[in-house]
């Protein structure tokens, strides 16, 4: 064997450690930070589907949950709410919810699955703020005398019915948005997953 042979044969082995030693650094720095890329735990619980509890929440009263830092609440109307849906029909400006702010299987006058309750993200469509439950009728509820119950977004006097659908000529441009959400029983609500649609 030559000298030169020998050379080469030094040379190709030092090549290939360096590239070995190379190809391990890289790994090296690849995997944290690949592994720093991925969502923190606190992360995946902020986005995660929430359970909700409804067997103790009387017809009338309402409850709140937080769902990715949202305020979602839980109605459990009352026959007369229901009711008076069909009344404000004609006053609000999506009457059957045609725009897409809630799954399919809101697309109804109740924008729910189960007409008795109601889930809806509590935040304005206008500007983020967060309305209040006016649910009394009438004078009572400090709004106008034939107020049939329902929210009032106080920043810029938005008024949604009692399905979260907005009232025409009113500064918020949507109905309150339905988040995704299933039954897990007939009293437990998960918000956030909607995999079987009902």
């Not at 109605?75 to 709410?81: F, V, Y």
């Not at 919810?97 to 399919?104: I, K, T, V, Y």
């Not at 500007?127 to 006016?134: M, Q, V």
């Amino acid at each position: 064997m030559s000298s030169d042979q020998k050379v080469d044969g030094g040379r190709r082995n030092l090549v290939l450690a360096t590239a070995a030693v190379g190809g391990v650094a890289t790994v090296a720095t690849a995997v944290p930070f690949l592994a720093s890329m991925a969502p923190s735990e606190r992360a995946k619980a902020a986005g995660a589907p929430v359970e909700a509890d409804v067997s103790k929440l009387a017809p009338g009263e309402m409850m709140r949950v937080e769902w990715r830092g949202k305020p979602v609440w839980i109605i459990h109307r009352t026959p007369e709410m229901l009711a008076s849906l069909e009344k404000t029909e004609s006053e609000v400006s999506d009457p059957q919810s045609q725009r897409p702010n809630q799954p399919e299987y809101a697309k109804n006058r109740y924008r729910s699955i189960k007409p008795e309750y109601l889930v809806v993200v509590g935040i304005c469509t206008h500007l983020g703020c967060s309305p209040t439950d006016k649910f009394k009728a009438g004078a009572e509820s400090g709004i106008t005398s034939d107020w049939p119950g329902g929210f009032l977004c106080p920043c810029h006097g938005s008024t949604f019915d009692l399905a979260g659908r907005v009232y025409k000529n009113k500064p918020a441009p949507d109905n309150l948005e339905v988040p995704p959400h299933t039954y897990l029983s007939d009293t437990r609500i998960l918000i956030g997953e909607d995999k079987k649609g009902a």
